[in-house]
């Protein structure tokens, strides 16, 4: 089964940083695009970021751009956000998903990241 | 406020059919592909529709997309207790270089 299981979320403060995690399976996970999105407490789904396979190339969305920073370990089958200077606006469920063209097909059940003091 | 434009909610009876519209511009809808998800209550997104019309292996026929010029149509017929959920459209923006979607439309089965 495919399957995406994302850790590291918590309660942080404002400014502080967090790294959060994805553990990719049964799939050939070097062999796609992968991705993550977020959701506000009661709002939409807003996609912060994208790794190419080999991590060569990453896309973000401009109200994350030079805060966060997308990677990955295919050799550990994971792919990482790591998230600093943090606002309370960042609260929100955090979601990573395989994108294999123009969609997200797989994705995996969410951690909830709180940035309060 | 998103770029793709979604009625914030609909709802019908069992058995009907509804269409939820998804509304851009050319630099979104019109020249990039359209996907739909459905996010029952607590839970992650799921892939309903890819490539504007074409369905994951496991999504009922009950589901269909459609694209025309700079809008997409989710269709859901038989609706059914269990489609109670919230559905967004996605696509790329060009301009934007970046992954959107809609606000999401809440569909009640009443």
């Known amino acids: 089964e495919e399957q995406l299981v994302e850790s590291g979320g918590g309660l942080v403060q404002p400014g502080g940083s967090l790294r959060l995690s994805c553990a990719a399976s049964g799939f050939t996970f070097s062999g796609y695009w992968m991705s993550w999105v977020r959701q506000a407490p009661g709002q939409g789904l807003e996609w912060l970021a994208n790794?190419?396979?080999?991590?060569?190339?990453?896309d973000y969305v401009d109200s994350v751009k030079g805060r966060f920073t997308i990677s990955r370990d295919n050799a550990k089958n994971s792919v990482f956000l790591q998230m600093n200077s943090l606002r309370a606006d960042d609260t929100a469920v955090y979601y990573c998903?395989?994108?294999?063209?123009?969609?997200?097909?797989?994705w995996g059940q969410g951690t909830v990241v709180a940035v309060s003091s | 406020q998103s770029v793709l434009t979604q009625p914030p909610s609909i709802s019908a009876v069992p058995g009907q059919k509804v269409g939820i519209s998804c509304s851009g511009s050319?630099?979104?809808?019109?020249?990039?592909?359209v996907s739909w998800y459905q996010q029952l209550p607590g839970t992650a997104p799921k892939l309903l529709i890819y490539?504007?019309?074409k369905r994951p292996s496991g999504i009922p026929d009950r589901f269909s997309g459609s694209k025309s010029g700079t809008s997409a149509t989710l269709g859901i017929t038989g609706l059914q207790t269990g489609d109670e959920a919230d559905y967004y459209c996605g696509t790329w923006d060009s301009s934007l270089s970046a992954a959107i979607f809609g606000g999401g439309t809440r569909v009640t089965v009443l």
């Open positions: 490539d504007n019309d």
């Open positions: 790794i190419k396979e080999d991590g060569s190339e990453k």
């Open positions: 050319s630099r979104n809808i019109g020249n990039n592909y």
């Open positions: 998903a395989r994108i294999p063209a123009f969609a997200f097909d797989v």
